[in-house]
Each structure stands twice: as C-alpha cells, then as structure tokens.
C-alpha cells in the first residue's frame, strides 16, 4: 500500500482565532429562515438573488473566506450550461451585505477553489486558471496553463474535477481529461510549468491534495464516456492515492468479495443501464481528505460512511446507512453531514447530521422536493459541507422550489443532537 513518508503528527497547536459568532445569519437581510417542518432543524437560506439558480460548491471545496466576511458560490441563467460547463461565480460580502456576480468566472465542472486567507477564488477555463479578489472593482488574473503540448489542440472535457492548494500553498491540484487521456499533476501558482505526476489512458479524477502533504494527492477511478462512441465504462477500484514520482496505488489492492447483485446505471448518464457487481471497491465513492490527513473518508454505498487510516487495511464503519450519496466531516471528526438522495421520490430525499459523540441523528432535510424541469444537467445535490471553521453547514436546497443556497448552524445541531 502507497502511503506518505511520515504519517502526521497529530496537531497540539492552538486553534487561530475564529470570528465574530455566526447570529450575523439571524441578523442579515440577505436570508431568509427556514424550519423543517419534521425536525424543527432551522436553516438560513439566501433569498438575495443574483441569478436564478444558486448553488453551494461542491462539498470538499472551502467557500469562505477564514475571516466569514466572503462565501463564494455557484450561479447559472438556464437554459444555459451545464455541470460541465456555464455555470459562473456570485459572492456574499457580509460586511457589506451585498450579493455580487461575476460574470467573468464561467468555470468548467466544478473546479473554482477559494483562498481562504485572501478570499480570492480560483477557476478552471478551457486550457487556463484564472482568479480574482473579491472586490467588485478587481481585474481577474491568469494564473496558470496547462501546456499546449500536450493538449494537442484538443479541447479539454475537464481541466480539474475540484481544485485545491498543496499543503505548502504554492500549487493547485489538476486532473485533465482530454480525448481518451488523463493527466494528474500540479500547476504552480507562480505560473511555472505544469507538473505531470502521472498520464493514465482511463479516467481518474476527484483528485485532492492531501492537507498535510504537498507530494501527495487522493484520486479516485471514475465512470467515463468514449468521446467518439458514448460507450460508457464503469470504475471497477474507486480509490487511489500517488505520490509525486511514483505510480498510483490503490488504497485496497486486493478485491474485497462481495455478494453479487445489480448496481443501478450512472444517473449522470442517459440511458446507462445497470451492471453487476462482486468487488465491493466498486461501491466506494465521494471521498475526502480528514482535515489533519490521517483518515481518508468515503460513501460505501450500500452499507455507510467509512474511514480509512493510512498505512492501514482495514476500514471503519462511521455511519451505518444503506442510502447516503455524499458526506463530509468536521476537523474533529466527531460529526458528520451527508445528503441521501435516492430515486424519484422526495419522502426518501434528505440531508442529515450524526453527532458521533452521541450516536444521535437529525435531519435537517426532511423532504426534499423534486427537482424543477430541466436542471437535471447542473448536477443539484445538496453536496452538504463543514465551513466556517465548522461552525456552519452550507447546503443546496430545493424546499422553495427553486436552486438556493443554505446554512445551517453546527451549534444547533449539536445540541439537538446532545
């Protein structure tokens, strides 16, 4: 099993400051409150609007700046767009109370990265990274290419699934799919040339550095599409790590049995109809770092949230769960969030919160509705997120019966959950 040089150490230092406590939801013009109408969990649910569709990132990306004066997040103006590509940048300033929209940022998947430190956020087009500060007034930069040379005059489907920063802050993570190729590397943000760690001729993507470790990155085997034929191929080992220099290691390199039985088709794409499955690697999916890089966390589908200690074999079962679709921990590893988002029908549709401590669930979410006409192609989970020094949970929600942007307090959570 590939694994780091070092493990870490576990972190003694201090935490930094955090800010002003998060009443500035209860207090802002900018949202509205939202209880569910089962659990009584309130959120806080941004009805200040930009853009007719609102969307939080994708969850293993931070969206706010550290100081809580910036969150980011996703727009688009259908019919235009897609998941792949059209959607564009808005952003909440707090301190002004102001929603501001960037029509610049158009960005390709669901690769913008935020600097939590400067607020500037960063983003994927075509061959090229750009980013730009928060202020309305500031001019975007161009940060990075990926090179020519190997793009071949060829337009990429992707230039990163979902950016992030090495753990020493002077690079962001790619994982280029071109035609029938993949590139994992790094692109410095000094604007030195692209790193090529690995080129494979199946698609692996999802990658993210690891928080502790800037020569190591998590990427993940994925389902892809023939450009030329539309055949679609399904990912047989999820889960892999590289470090720069050596080849890819998956993460369980034996088969791990299981019971042979129908997994349903890729609801990404039209007409994938189901296929069989015995290997359970194959029913592992949307995973993430832990924040102090010691555990990699992921959905087996089917069975739960597990985790995975490095330099270990055998995982965990965190959250028991026969329909969880994506998940995400605190820094402390002692709560979780996740969506479940099953099928058609809206009773079996949620977003729920397990206080480990106490083994107690809640949802946040109790029904949530069916999607409007014609979104489909925007990829609308809730893809719930810890942000704000895991004092907030972003989300997106459909309960008003349009795409928006959500919060709800951790705090609160917590105490129901006591």
């Known amino acids: 099993m590939l694994i780091p040089d070092t493990l870490p150490a576990v972190r003694t230092t201090p935490p930094r400051s955090r800010p002003a406590p998060v009443h500035f939801l209860e ?7 939202w209880k569910d109408p089962q659990s009584g969990v309130e959120s806080f649910l941004l009805s200040k609007r930009v853009a007719p569709f609102q969307q939080s990132f994708y969850f293993v990306n931070t969206s706010f700046s550290a100081d809580g004066r910036y969150y980011w997040f996703y727009v688009a103006f259908p019919p235009a767009g897609s998941a792949n590509q059209g959607r564009s940048l808005a952003l909440i300033d707090f301190a002004e109370n102001r929603v501001h929209h960037f029509p610049e940022t158009v960005f390709t998947d669901a690769s913008p990265a935020v600097d939590p430190v400067t607020g500037e956020v960063y983003w994927c ?7 730009r500060p928060p202020e309305p007034e500031a001019a975007p930069v161009l940060v ?3 090179p020519g040379e190997l793009a071949r005059n060829r337009r990429p489907w992707r230039l990163a699934t979902h950016m992030t920063f090495s753990a020493d802050r002077k690079a962001l993570n790619l994982d280029v799919e071109i035609g029938k190729e993949w590139y994992i590397g790094h692109a410095p943000l000094d604007g030195s040339d692209f790193v090529l760690w690995q080129k494979f001729d199946h698609c692996y993507n999802h990658a993210q550095f690891s928080p502790v470790d800037s020569n190591l990155q998590l990427i993940a085997e994925d389902h892809s599409v023939n450009p030329l034929t539309g055949e679609i191929s399904h990912y047989q080992n999820r889960l892999w790590l590289i470090r720069h220099g ?13 019971t042979t039985h129908l997994r349903g088709g890729n609801p990404h794409y039209v007409n994938d109809t189901a296929h069989i499955v015995s290997d359970e690697r194959s029913m592992h999916g949307h995973e993430w770092w832990g924040r102090d890089g010691r555990h990699i966390w992921y959905v087996h589908y089917h069975r739960g949230i597990e985790r995975l200690r490095l330099g270990e074999s055998v995982p ?5 769960h026969t329909s969880l679709s994506h998940a995400h921990a605190d820094a402390s590893e002692r709560y979780l969030v996740a969506d479940r988002i099953p099928g058609e029908d809206p009773a079996v549709r949620q977003v729920l919160f397990l206080n480990l401590m106490t083994g107690r669930e809640t949802n946040i979410v109790s029904r949530l509705p069916s999607l409007p006409p014609g979104l489909t192609r925007y990829h609308v989970h809730p893809h719930p ?5 895991d004092r907030l949970i972003a989300y997106t929600t459909l309960v008003r019966g349009m795409v928006d942007v959500a919060f709800v307090p951790v705090e609160s959570l917590i105490s129901q959950t006591a």
């Open 316 to 320: 965990e079962l965190m959250w028991p």
């Open 246 to 258: 050596q080849p890819a290691h998956p993460l369980f390199p034996k088969p791990i049995a299981a």
């Open 385 to 389: 997120q810890f942000c704000l020094q």
């Open 125 to 131: 087009t075509g061959l090229e990274i750009w980013k």
């Open 27 to 33: 207090t802002s013009p900018l949202f509205t409150r």
């Open 144 to 146: 990075n290419r990926f």
